[in-house]
């Protein structure tokens, strides 16, 4: 892996693709250019050692995170309301 400089904004939304249940891997590849191994480590880096162990446990129950285990059903990556812009 590059070395990839993130400022804090893109740590801050990266590590919320990560934690949101419909944001698939692969999403976080398109956008950020880190592998599912490469997220791990990131997050375990950045997170409390039992928020990580919690959201280790959460991405390993969902399939959602994989692209090839969703259900077609699903044809969105983000919640329809994540991008709300206050006014």
């Known amino acids: 892996?590059?070395?990839?400089?993130?400022?804090?904004?893109?740590?801050?939304?990266?590590?919320?693709?990560?934690?949101?249940?419909?944001?698939?891997?692969e999403a976080i590849l398109k956008t950020y250019h880190l592998d599912?191994?490469?997220?791990?480590?990131?997050?375990q880096k950045n997170l409390k050692s039992s928020s990580y162990r919690l959201w280790r446990k959460r991405v390993k129950e969902?399939?959602?995170k994989h692209l090839k285990l969703r259900s077609p059903e699903i044809n969105r990556a983000y919640c329809l309301t994540q991008y709300k812009i206050s006014r």
């Open 1 to 25: 892996m590059n070395k990839l400089t993130l400022t804090e904004e893109d740590l801050s939304r990266l590590i919320e693709m990560a934690w949101e249940d419909k944001t698939p891997f």
């Open 36 to 43: 599912e191994s490469s997220v791990m480590r990131l997050m």
């Open 62 to 64: 969902r399939s959602s």
